[in-house]
């Protein structure tokens, strides 16, 4: 389905994900990731450890030398995670500001999907207003580029120091290859023998040896200077590759446009902006993380932003109490105000966490609701209750 750019950005990226979801914990082996990797052919793997998730790319294993023995724990790191309502337009400038290739999408904690830049970018290509960008304007220039006879191990060194995934190979200044980070890896299984489980590769076999120009991709996706963003987005999506290298009449090397170059396009106008979020209440001694708690906010409140696109203010009020026994009760409220309406929700009840749950759960359902004025809704009220409140707007708290 043809959609325009801003169309697209406001889509979620649920339509998109992937759920071809294996999950590692942080104990497990490099070689466990490798040999699913393979099986595969992503390029990524999700991590978990508690309520941090993140992802283990082929380029951070680039590093690795003993994968039977190198446990996950060295190499990965806990990412931002997204819900499969987070927008497209939303994904795409967190994917370029923290420059990652793709993110774990989590329902609750429960990771059920990835979503990549290229998974984005495949969607861009049903957008017909790329055909009036130049791919030129979107090139990354200069490119580091690598001669056919150079040694594969120096193109590895190049990608661990540069943060690369793709070198284009040359001979006699021309263009005639590329070696991604999926080449290396599959030079190194290779080395190792095939990556199962309980195989135990040999510490003496050579890795990342021999020439570039033995194991480069002889049919790298190319396109003239006159190109069009289209048609390199089609191109990636159709040839299922990572990068296009812009290349004149003459086969030499103007530019390289990866997912990130066009990411940039649906990611120029955001459809959310940045809110002050005001928790008070919270005390040091508070089992509650304020950076987890804002963040949780702020996912609601841009998801509530598509049916209140003019909200300025965001407050959370805990009120803690102890009337002599060994339990707290805690009484939250929050309040969501924009020019004209203003939007309550409040919980109650001894657990901390999930009364903070209940509550967000609650103004979520609020926010989605229609338009109108202000309105209030407690957790434990029926259906009947809530009404009243919109039927009566003068009763809200």
Request: proline residues 5%; aromatic residues 4%; glycine residues 8%.
């Amino acid at each position: 389905m043809t959609k325009s750019l801003d169309e697209l950005g406001r889509t979620p990226i649920s339509t998109l994900l992937d759920k071809r979801l294996v999950l590692f914990t942080p104990e497990e082996s490099v070689s466990r990731v490798l040999g699913e990797l393979e099986r595969t052919g992503r390029y990524e793997a999700a991590v978990q450890a508690g309520d941090k998730v993140g992802l283990i790319t082929l380029r951070h294993l680039l590093n690795v030398s003993q994968p039977e023995s190198t446990k996950l724990v060295h190499l990965w790191k806990p990412l931002t995670q997204v819900t499969p309502d987070s927008l497209l337009t939303e994904v795409a400038a967190e994917l370029i500001r923290i420059n990652e290739r793709a993110l774990p999408v989590v329902e609750g904690t429960k990771p059920v999907g990835i979503i990549s830049q290229l998974d984005i970018v495949i969607a861009m290509a049903d957008s017909p207003e790329l055909g009036n960008v130049p791919a030129k304007d979107l090139a990354r220039t200069p490119v580091t580029s690598m001669n056919a006879k150079e040694a594969i191990s120096k193109a590895r060194s190049t990608m661990l120091d540069k943060g690369f995934s793709h070198i284009p190979v040359t001979r006699d200044g021309k263009l005639v290859g590329m070696v991604t980070a999926q080449d290396l890896i599959q030079i190194f299984l290779r080395s190792q023998g095939r990556s199962k489980q309980g195989e135990k590769p040999s510490e003496n076999t050579p890795k990342y040896m021999g020439e570039l120009g033995g194991i480069m991709d002889e049919q790298p996706l190319t396109a003239g200077l006159d190109a069009s963003a289209l048609e390199v987005a089609r191109s990636l999506r159709d040839r299922e590759k990572s990068a296009c290298l812009l290349v004149d009449p003459q086969g030499t090397i103007q530019g390289i446009i990866t997912p990130r170059e066009l990411l940039a396009h649906i990611a120029r106008r955001p459809l959310t902006r940045e809110l002050p979020i005001q928790i008070v209440g919270l005390s040091k001694e508070d089992f509650f993380d304020r950076a987890e708690a804002e963040a949780k906010v702020d996912r609601v409140i841009k998801k509530g932003m598509r049916v209140h696109p003019n909200i300025s203010e965001v407050s959370i009020v805990i009120k803690k109490t102890n009337e002599g026994g060994e339990r707290n009760r805690y009484e939250m409220s929050a309040r969501v105000i924009s020019a004209t309406e203003q939007i309550n929700a409040h919980g109650a009840g001894y657990d901390m966490l999930q009364t903070f749950e209940d509550m967000l759960n609650t103004l979520e359902r609020e926010m989605m609701r229609t338009k109108g004025g202000p309105h209030t809704a407690r957790r434990g009220e029926n259906v009947r209750e809530q009404s009243e409140h919109f039927k009566n707007p003068d009763s809200a708290a």
